[in-house]
């Protein structure tokens, strides 16, 4: 998919499953981005994925090592993780998702502590402010809930946006007429319902793509709000499976 000067390639298709014996999936989307001579991917997928992320790579040309940025939207394992196969990249997140990432309990929940206490003090690591240019035409905007510093981004290029959701939107349920659903692993379930609120009344008015991060199909497009809430008009992103 193109929005303009940007070419948006899905290397992994997320998923929202969750096991009664095993519990959440943690199967989200990894993307990948070309732009401005650089290749930047927005998220990680967990530690299952990395041969077949090595593999995907490989039939675009690419390795791990090619990626020049990579951006996170919260510390949660399965967006964060695989950091440690992109160590050259400028990794991105946020200030505040980093800094809470430190405080939780260990062995509780789903921040991998060790990897998130090593990355603090990663030499490329750059922890983002609010309403920062984290990549050109890329801002970072904190949306609480999912977890307390959770990042989404927004991609504007000329006439045309793309909102990356993250965890703030993940499955496109949400998207149909249901924005107080709440997600098993959300942090503070009333902040998320409040910034997926903001997050829809925003890409709705402003009629920009939005995209999550754990849909079982291709789920980018835009948002129409009704008298019910909102209604989700997809537009074509098939993934490269």
Known sequence: MKINDYDLDIVVQGFPGKSVC?????????VLLRAH?????????NMSMRSMLIKRFAERGLKPADITDLLLTHSHHDH???????????????????????????????????YMRELNAWPTVHKAAEGEEVFPGITA???P??????????????????LVLGDTAQHPAVFAR???WQAAF??????????RKKLFDRAAADRMLVTGYHFPFPACGHLIKTAHGYEHVPV????NL
């Open 80 to 114: 964060s993780a695989n950091w440690t196969m992109f160590p050259k990249a400028r990794i991105v997140i946020g200030a505040h998702e980093l800094a809470w990432s430190l405080t939780v309990p260990w062995g509780e929940t789903p921040v991998p502590e060790l």
């Open 141 to 143: 905007h904190l949306a």
């Open 22 to 30: 095993h519990g959440g999936l943690g199967w989200c989307s990894v």
């Open 145 to 162: 809930g999912h977890t307390p510093g959770h990042t989404v981004f927004a991609i504007h290029s000329g006439d045309q946006s793309l």
């Open 236 to 239: 074509e992103w098939q993934p």
């Open 186 to 195: 959300d942090i503070d379930g009333d902040a998320a319902v409040a910034t």
């Open 178 to 180: 249901h924005p107080d």
């Open 37 to 45: 001579g650089r290749l930047a991917l927005i998220d990680t997928g």
